[in-house]
C-alpha cells in the first residue's frame, strides 16, 4: 500500500504560519512586488478587506501589473466602477428574502443558501486565506457591508430538520479556515444526519495555502465512513497551480476525495482560447477534474473583471472541445437567483427535420444520423 508522506510544509503550524503572516500590507507587498501607483493608491483609499497569503504572494510576477495572480488578489481603483453590479446581490441570488418558493414556513439561517429543492450551500465562515477581487460575496466578506451570521450551529439545526436535502455544500469564506476541531465538528455532525448522502466542501486553499493539507486534516476528511465527502476547488489560471498543489491534491484524493474545479471567467486573465486550454489541461495533470466555468456573477464593483455572457462558451467551443482531452471540458454556467443555468456551445444541431439529424463536428466536418421518433 501507498505511505502518506507528508512534507516539511504540511507540518501542523505552517500553514497557521501563513495565515497569521497574510500579506495585507503596502509593506508586506512590496516585499513581493514593484507596487504601481493605482495598486498603491486602491489599497490606501479603499476600505475593504485584502490580502493573501505568503506563498501565494510569491507566485507573483515581480516587474508585470499585468500577472494574474496579482489582479485577482491585490485592490484595484477599478472597483470603484460599477454599471452591471446589483445592489443587494447576496440577498437577491441567494433568495434571502423568500422562504416560500420552497414551501418553508420560517426564515432560513444566514448560514444556508438554497436554490434547489434537495441541496443547500452552507456558509460556516466569512474568512479565506486569500481575499479573491472579483469575489460574488464581496457585500459579506470584502467590503462588509452586508452583515449575514455564518453560524454553523442554526445551520445544522436547520438541515437536521429538512429532510428533503441531501446534499450539504460547505462553503464561505472558506471552511478550511476553520480549525480542525470546528471541522471535524462539522463533518460529523453532517455524516450523523440520516438524509444526507453526500457533502461537499468548497474551498481554495490548497493553492492558496497548500500547507493546510495537513495529516490531522485528511485523517478528519478521511476516515472510514458511508458519506462521501466530495472537493471543489477554485483555480482560474495555470499559473495559480505548483508542485505543492500537485502534492496535496494527491494526498487528498488518496484520502478518498474526489476533486473537481469551479473556476470563473475573467477579461484579461483566461478569457483567451490558448490560457484556457492550459489552465484545463493543467488542471487534468494535476488531477483536478474541471467541474463548472462561471460567467462572472453580478456583484458590485466587479465589472472590470467580468467577460461577455457568451465568451465561456466561445471559450470551450474554439479551446477545448474537440481540440483537447474530452475530461477538460468544464460546464460553462450563469449563476442566478433560480440555480445554474448552463450556456454551453451550440454549434453541434444544424438540423433535425424530416427523417435526419444533420450534426456538425468542431472542426466544421458536416455528418448526420437517423431521426428517431418518439
Ligand atoms: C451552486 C449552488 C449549489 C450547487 O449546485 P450544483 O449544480 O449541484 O453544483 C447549491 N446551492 C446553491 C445555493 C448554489 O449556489
Redesign the pocket.
Known amino acids: 500500500m501507498y505511505e502518506l508522506k507528508m512534507e516539511s510544509w504540511q507540518e501542523e503550524g505552517q500553514w497557521q504560519e501563513q495565515i497569521k503572516n497574510q500579506v495585507n500590507t503596502l509593506e508586506k507587498l512590496s516585499q513581493y512586488i514593484d507596487i504601481t501607483p493605482d495598486e498603491e493608491k486602491a489599497i490606501k483609499t479603499l476600505n475593504i478587506r485584502w490580502g493573501t497569503t505568503p506563498y501565494y504572494a510569491s507566485l507573483m510576477d515581480k516587474n508585470n501589473p499585468d500577472c494574474p495572480i496579482r489582479k485577482m488578489v491585490i485592490p484595484s481603483m477599478k472597483e470603484n466602477e460599477n454599471k452591471y453590479g446589483i445592489p443587494n446581490y447576496l440577498v437577491f441570488k ?1 433568495n434571502r428574502e423568500k422562504t416560500d418558493r420552497f414551501g418553508e414556513n420560517e426564515k432560513r439561517p444566514d448560514s444556508v ?4 429543492d434537495d ?3 452552507f456558509t460556516v465562515t466569512d474568512v479565506c486565506a486569500s481575499y479573491c477581487r472579483y469575489c460574488f460575496r464581496r457585500e459579506a466578506i470584502i467590503d462588509q457591508e452586508l452583515h449575514l451570521r455564518f453560524d454553523a450551529e442554526e445551520g445544522l439545526c436547520w438541515i437536521r430538520k429538512h429532510e428533503e436535502i441531501r ?1 450539504v ?1 460547505i462553503t464561505g469564506g472558506d471552511p478550511l479556515m476553520l480549525s480542525d476541531d470546528n471541522i471535524k465538528y462539522l463533518i460529523d455532525s453532517l455524516r450523523s444526519i440520516p438524509h444526507l448522502e453526500m457533502i ?1 466542501i468548497h474551498t481554495k486553499m490548497p493553492n492558496t495555502c497548500p500547507h493546510r493539507i495537513t495529516k490531522n486534516l485528511l485523517e478528519i476528511l478521511g476516515r472510514e465512513h458511508d458519506i462521501p465527502i466530495w472537493m471543489n476547488v477554485h483555480i482560474n489560471h495555470p499559473k495559480e497551480i505548483t508542485d505543492k498543489t500537485k502534492k496535496v491534491i494527491w494526498d487528498i484524493i488518496r484520502a478518498g476525495i474526489n476533486v473537481g474545479n469551479q473556476g470563473v471567467v475573467l477579461k484579461g486573465i483566461n478569457d483567451d482560447v490558448d490560457t484556457f486550454r492550459k489552465l484545463h489541461q493543467k488542471l487534468l495533470s494535476v488531477r483536478i477534474r474541471p ?2 466555468m462561471f460567467h462572472c456573477q453580478l456583484a458590485r464593483g466587479v465589472d472590470h473583471f467580468r467577460a461577455p455572457v457568451e465568451k465561456g462558451a466561445e471559450l470551450i467551443r474554439d479551446g477545448i472541445r474537440g481540440h483537447t482531452t474530452g475530461l477538460a471540458q468544464p460546464m460553462y ?1 450563469v ?1 442566478t437567483n433560480f ?2 443555468i448552463p450556456l454551453m456551445p451550440d454549434y453541434y444541431i444544424l438540423g433535425n427535420g424530416g427523417t435526419k439529424y444533420k450534426l456538425q463536428s468542431y472542426k466544421k466536418d458536416i455528418t448526420s444520423i437517423p431521426h428517431i421518433p418518439e
Open positions: 441567494e443558501a438554497r436554490q434547489y441541496r443547500v450551500a446534499d455544500l461537499r467541474y463548472y454556467v449563476a440555480g445554474k
